[in-house]
């Protein structure tokens, strides 16, 4: 090789590296298995890149200087995760995970030096705190130790609020920040009784959150604040009914908050729907459908249309609706039109044979379908792409009822009809094809068909 093409060798490396970050990272004590980089934004994780620990428990991920600055995740195989701020730099560091905490040490990167000066002393505070929690709540108020162990919670609870401040206020042009105060806990009088306090942390517990802080937006710590916020309604001496309605003014209470910022809202909307999706309440759905702002937004974008999209599903589809009509061939060769099936109820079950929760389920509906005091007419819609997968599972299954199978997986035309996010999904519809209910599992759908 000449001396030029060495040199134009060179040059090209040279090129095709600058701009290019590195994340490399060792976890201690953890060896050998998947590692993947992974950027948050409302439900859904957008996998950026992903390699195996070698022996040591050590990896490099290559950035691309287009990806976006904001707060990322870093999973093993088995379920540890990690926080990272990227912004247009190398980032090294040494991480130490066991059953109690994670300890993280940053060897290189600006930014999450100064995030995890903030986290490591908020996690070794809270570990003492809830310590110190059991002595102030048994210990007898009259004695000098109570009032020691007060001062103490105080102590620490003031050390992380101070810390928090001098890193926001130090480091203005930087993302941590953002981030930090994000994660800077409220805390309420450790005088009120448990009640009081849940009731001061339903009312304060974003208070150290800007919702006109878009930042956020890369970031999975908004969803995790207001997952946590969402969990202060848990509460299990109530009535579900109790329970759904004290935990929709909660819903509501969010949405006031983000509905400052119209990005914010938008992903706040789409999150929490994502969210209730994903656990099957439909009454946080339709509630979120009835009662959003989203026609009162200015901006008109792609991902606002799709929202609005989503909800005039939700409308469409939700209890007390008819039911999409739908016309086509079953796998028998049989035509099957919803609206002429003249059972008292139909039940329409949305699987694929690769599902584990739907096989679950099918011994159940075998069972409904062949009661003829039922008088149910099940009618199974697969999103399989594979017509053999799925006929050996019916031939295993010794299923009967009729299976619809356009073959086109999520993308299919009555999967899109009714609006299919997961498997199973079951609609029981009554003889006019009116929606009565939405179970997400066996037991839902037992309850009330026993009703």
């Known amino acids: 090789m000449n001396r030029m093409c060495i040199l134009l060798l060179l040059f090209l490396s040279s090129f095709l590296s600058h701009g290019q970050y590195t994340i490399n990272g060792t976890f201690i004590g953890v060896f050998n298995e998947m590692i993947m980089l992974v950027q948050t934004e409302g439900s859904r994780h957008n996998m950026i890149d992903s390699t195996h620990l070698d022996e040591n428990g050590s990896f490099k991920f290559r950035l691309s200087p287009e990806l976006e600055p904001g707060d990322y995740q870093l999973f093993t195989a088995s379920g540890i995760s990690l926080d990272l701020i ?8 040494i991480a130490l995970h066991d059953s109690y905490n994670q300890q993280v040490q940053i060897v290189e990167s600006a930014e999450n030096m100064i995030y995890y000066d903030f986290i490591n002393l908020k996690e070794r505070n809270l570990v003492k705190l809830d310590i110190l929690s059991n002595v102030i709540n048994y210990y007898p108020k009259e004695d000098d130790f109570y009032q020691r162990t007060v001062d103490k919670v105080f102590q620490l609870r003031a ?11 130090n480091n203005p042009m930087m993302l941590a920040p953002h981030f930090i105060k994000v994660q800077n806990p409220v805390f309420a009088d450790i005088d009120m009784t448990e009640e009081a306090q849940k009731f001061y942390l339903q009312r304060h517990y974003f208070d150290h959150v800007d919702f006109n802080d878009t930042i956020l937006l890369n970031s999975h710590l908004l969803n995790s604040k207001i997952i946590s916020y969402l969990s202060l309604y848990q509460d299990l001496e109530v009535d579900k009914e109790t329970f759904e309605r004290n935990l929709l003014g909660g819903v509501d209470t969010v949405l006031q908050k983000a509905s400052i910022n119209q990005s914010m809202y938008t992903y706040v909307v789409d999150f929490l729907i994502g ?17 959003n702002q989203l026609d009162e937004l200015c901006v008109n974008t792609e991902r606002l249309e799709a929202l609005q999209h989503k909800i005039e599903l939700i409308n469409r589809l939700a209890i007390g609706k008819k039911a999409p009509s739908f016309e086509t061939i079953d796998l028998e060769g049989n035509f099957v039109s919803l609206y002429d099936i003249a059972s008292q109820k139909t039940l329409l079950f949305f699987w694929a044979s690769w599902c584990p929760h739907c096989k679950n389920m099918i011994h159940e509906l075998n069972k409904i379908y062949n009661a003829p005091e039922n008088d149910i007419q099940v009618v ?19 299923i009967d009822w009729p299976v619809v199978a356009e073959l086109e997986g999520w993308e299919g035309s009555i999967p899109n009809q009714y609006g299919l996010v997961a498997t199973p999904t079951i609609f029981l519809l009554d003889q006019d094809k009116t929606i ?7 037991s839902e759908l037992k309850d009330f068909l026993n009703q």
């Open 275 to 291: 969210g209730f999706e994903a656990i099957g309440f439909e009454k946080g759905l339709t509630h979120i459908a009835r009662h």
């Open 436 to 442: 009565l209910t939405k179970p997400t599992n066996e």
């Open 380 to 398: 199974g819609i697969s999103i399989d792409t594979s017509l053999t997968d799925l006929r050996a599972v019916i031939s295993e299954y010794k």
């Open 159 to 169: 050390e992380i609020s101070k810390v928090a401040a001098d890193l926001v206020d």
């Open 86 to 93: 990227f912004n247009h730099e190398n980032i090294r560091f």
